[in-house]
């Protein structure tokens, strides 16, 4: 199972495949062992030993301390990583396609076609594994085409909609 930890600025791919941890491509042996009634996991990486706490501190977010130093970070999946991305940068720039990011269930089209859209504008709203996923404009421009309707069903990479250039005023 693939995840993305972000400490700060950074942010890591972190590949877990039973005591193989691969992160940023680089790859080492954990074995971890919680300590009863503590905030405490006992981790041994390469044959290295640490001590840490890791506190809950909200959905997907964390508090770690280690060697005297404490630590926010949070941990998404990889899907979750990926409508993150989408959301932040909106949708494809001005002038291109807007193609489904995974599998799911068209919920809402906000748009028709020869609306006028914003950037962080919603244009689509798709569910994928329970979860309302709003689909943004990551400029402006016109809605050329709309190739989808709610209730459709879609595959990853499918077309939805098409962005174009605002004319010129």
Known sequence: MKYF???????????????????????????????????????????????????ANGLGRWVAGVRGGRFELSVVDERTHHVQQLVASGAPPTGHSLKAPMPGLVLRVLVAEGDQVAAGQGLVVLEAMKMENELKAGGTGVVRAVRVV???????????LEVGPSPAS
């Not at 600025?9 to 491509?25: I, N």
């Not at 300590?35 to 030993?49: H, K, S």
């Open 5 to 55: 930890v972000t400490v700060g600025e950074r942010t890591v791919a972190v590949q877990l495949e039973g005591d193989r941890v691969v992160v940023d491509g680089v790859a080492s042996v954990v074995h971890r062992e919680s300590v009863p009634n503590t905030p405490l996991e006992q981790v041994l990486i390469d044959g290295r030993a640490f001590v840490l706490s890791l506190e």
């Open 150 to 160: 709610a209730g459709a069903t879609v595959e990853k990479g499918q077309l939805l």
